[in-house]
């Protein structure tokens, strides 16, 4: 018997449903490879971060959905509707964004490495806030705002020297980072100090992102207190109040079975807690606080279909299933090694004895979806097979490698379904070529 990574997907008399709707169905109306998204939980992701925000935060504190865990212009008024802010990182967000009217006072814009087009596009368009990484990207930012005559609110972004996965309290690995400026080096006081002399820089505070898929316990509350500490220190040094700090984003979603599952209500009821202790030891006042989720909000509702074309037995060695998509739709097992739960769309009641691994259509051997998936016995071209929790960094990550088609997005809600990107065809590929 199958097992679900998460409660939007069910079994129906050996059928695979997927936000209450026949997957086998959805993959006949709109063609495979497919990919799925539930609409109703991405709201509900939302709502377990605008809720936990209104309960623990000070006013004004807001998450932001990380734009590049999935990013087209339906996903937009979903996450303005649920009072979330929108955090992107290149011009193709920004105005994917913009074209979808999300109003950009709620938009901060991230990067290592922007542009003088991204910057003088976004002041344009006057994005909310700049998360700046360094300084030549500082003075860029005063030099246009200058010109536009305002003054521009930024965040500088710090690495807090926190190692994510370790354990370890300072793993100085993370202060050597493309990312931000270390508080660790002095850097990140040097850089606070060259903000405050720029008349056209509005600094309200701090951002940091320690990393993804994170479900180490404590990393969002040692950052914090990194944090609040350097805001602490700094107004001392500098008589700078912060208003703002920023998290980011990295709460862990569930891919198979075996993960755990995050608490993440409660989790961020525990950082606020510490929040509050650290603020008050300080003596500073409680700055707004943000975070960027992405995965967490988008990964378990989405799923990908694909249709099964070869399946291949090598007596003595392995089974392949080699379905119409593969990498260039799905390319994090290629890259990470991801896991995945993988699923046959039919007779799921059955048992599920032939394991093989779920292969793409690329010409690379490395273009695997998974290396051992349970299907049932006979499975064969024409049959469904549909992989979980693909909702976040997979449509986002896409290529056109071996010049394959991207898939449709299909969004679901209450029993309906609607194209919200249509499928690539040769022609759309073919544009841009002279
Ligand atoms: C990737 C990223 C995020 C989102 O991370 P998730 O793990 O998808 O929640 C948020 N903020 C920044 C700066 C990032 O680089």
Redesign the pocket.
């Known amino acids: 018997m199958a097992k679900f990574p998460c409660n939007n997907i069910e079994e129906r008399d050996g059928d695979l449903y997927f936000a209450g709707q026949s997957v086998e169905k959805l993959a006949k109306q709109y063609g495979t490879p497919l990919y799925l998204m539930d609409e109703d939980r991405i709201r509900h992701n939302c709502r377990v971060y605008t809720e936990a925000f209104a309960k623990h935060f000070v006013k004004g504190s807001r998450p932001?959905f990380?734009s590049?865990?999935c990013c087209f212009k339906a996903i937009y008024p979903i996450i303005e509707s649920e009072d979330m802010g929108a955090?992107v990182?290149s011009l193709g967000e920004l105005l994917t964004a913009k074209a979808a009217h999300f109003p950009m006072e709620r938009v901060c814009f991230?990067g290592n490495s922007k542009t003088d087009e991204d910057i003088t596009i976004a002041l344009d368009l006057a994005v909310g806030c700049i998360?700046v990484d360094n300084a030549e990207e500082l003075y860029v930012i005063d030099r246009e705002a200058k010109k536009r005559g305002i003054k521009q609110k930024i965040l500088l972004?710090l690495t807090p020297g926190i190692d994510p996965h370790t354990y370890a309290a300072v793993a100085t690995g993370l202060v050597d980072s493309k990312?931000g400026s270390a508080i660790e080096t002095g850097q990140a006081e040097e850089l606070t100090k060259v903000a405050l002399t720029l008349p056209h820089i509005d600094l309200h505070g701090f951002?940091c992102?320690v990393?993804?898929?994170?479900f180490a316990e404590d990393v969002f509350e040692r950052a914090a207190v990194v944090m609040l500490t350097f805001c602490a220190e700094m107004q001392k040094k500098t008589g700078f109040v912060t208003r703002e700090v920023?998290l980011?984003?990295?709460?862990?979603v569930r891919y198979v079975e075996s993960d755990p599952s995050v608490d993440i209500a409660s989790r961020i009821g525990e950082v606020a807690a510490v929040i509050h202790k650290t603020c008050k030891e300080l003596g500073i006042a409680e700055p707004i606080i943000g975070?960027?989720?992405?995965?967490?909000?988008?990964?378990d509702a989405g799923m990908t279909v694909y249709t099964v074309q070869t399946v291949k037995k090598i007596p003595g060695y392995k089974n392949y299933v080699a379905m119409d998509g593969g990498m260039a739709d799905n390319p994090r097992f290629a890259l990470y090694g991801s896991k995945y739960t993988c699923l046959p769309v039919k007779n799921l009641d059955k048992p599920l004895p032939f394991i093989a691994a779920l292969v793409g259509r690329c010409c690379e051997s490395g273009d695997m979806i998974q290396p051992d998936i349970a299907f049932p016995e006979g499975i064969k071209r024409g049959d469904l097979v549909a992989t979980c929790t693909t909702g976040?960094?997979n449509f986002s990550m896409s290529s056109n490698y071996n010049r394959l088609y991207r898939p449709a997005v299909v969004m679901l809600k209450d029993g309906a379904s609607r194209i919200v990107v249509r499928r690539q065809t040769a022609e759309d590929l073919l544009s841009l070529d002279e």
Do not use: C, L, N, T
Request: hydrophobic share 35%.
């Open positions: 932001y990380a590049k865990a955090d990182v991230h998360v972004r990312f951002h992102h990393g993804s898929q994170v920023d980011g984003g990295g709460y862990g975070m960027e989720p992405g995965r967490s909000i988008v990964a976040a960094y």
